[in-house]
């Protein structure tokens, strides 16, 4: 494709070898990477639903089908590396796949230096049955979200995740229905445009979770469009990459029609990292907390009083918020910031809340 610039790749499908394209994109260019790569799942012959036999619409395209493990292993290794030069030094790749194939890859993240953060399961709350009755109904994918590499900096947008799940911490394991009803693309026929279309509601979780109004997310099998649709929803830039020109054709037609959420509506969350370091001294010095104030864990388990130089104090050990926190738990570490509160009007106020207030003041 020639030498890329930034003009003739962002917000556009390239079409082509996933390989190729991304070795030809600029080093370190892309903040997030999400993959949907072939599975491999070839069935063995035509699969039938018991009664009517009508025939199930299973995945049996060209672009499914590999030799044997070794050519699907060389396949994965030749775009998980290429992902990883395009990737910034502290970006990340999500990757779904099913038990046919997801194993395999996380074997190949590893070696290729990718530092795994999590393997998610997404229960399908529609899954599609098991039609020979032979097995466990398939009713999960999982997907694996690793960093570039151990020492990456990676983003994560913990309070927007934990916002989107009623204000607990978002876990591992996503309850989200199948692509159906009005949002899976059909084609003049009726039939399914593609075999393998992933919900939105997938992809707002994962953009969410990673990444940053303005940030770029590449997605190297772009099938029907989705990341690229969600992409400009959420005011993020993306970079598609399509093989199979009728699904181009497809994804350009429906991020052609998505608009941009309002600037009101799109949310901003900078990471915690960007922000301004405050000690603790300085709710200290600045008399948001006094010198002599004790403070208590959530239950009110455990005390320990304020020292004049921003230390805590129980029980004859000092030190640090953290340091402190970590001792009354008998833990390696602990964040002081969540962990202690202080009684204000006989309601404990998580200290972190001091902290966010001369937050404000510096922006």
Known sequence: MGRATKKNWENRILSGDC????NG????????????????????????????????????????????????????RAWLAAARRVLKPNGTLWVIGSYHNIFRVGTTLQDLGYWILNDVVWRKSNPMPNFRGRRFTNAHET??????????????????????????QMRSDWLIPICAGPERLKDDAGRKAHPTQKPEALLHRVIMAATEIGDTVLDPFMGSGTTGAVAKKLGRSFIGIEREEMYVDIAKERIATTERLPEDALISVPSKRDEPRIPFGW??????????????????????RIRTDGTLITDGFQGSIHKVG???????????????????????IPIDVFRQKIRAELH
């Not at 390989?19 to 991304?22: A, P, T």
Request: net charge negative.
């Open 143 to 168: 997907l694996i979200w690793c960093a570039r590499g151990k020492e990456s900096r990676y983003r994560f947008n913990y309070d927007a995740m934990k916002t989107l799940n009623d204000d607990l």
């Open 283 to 304: 709710l200290v010095e600045r008399g948001l907390l006094t010198a002599g104030t004790v403070l208590y864990d959530q239950r009110r388990r455990h005390a320990a």
């Open 25 to 76: 994109l600029p080093e370190s260019s892309v903040d997030m990477v999400f993959a949907d790569p072939p599975y491999n799942l070839q069935l063995s012959g035509e699969l039938t639903r018991p009664g009517n036999q009508s025939r199930v619409d299973g995945v049996d395209d060209a672009w499914d089908r590999f030799a044997d493990f070794a050519e699907y292993d060389v396949f994965s």
């Open 326 to 348: 970590a001792h009354v738990q008998n833990l390696p570490a602990c964040n002081g910031w969540t962990f202690w509160h202080a009684s204000i009007k006989g309601n404990l």
């Open 19 to 22: 390989v190729e394209i991304m």
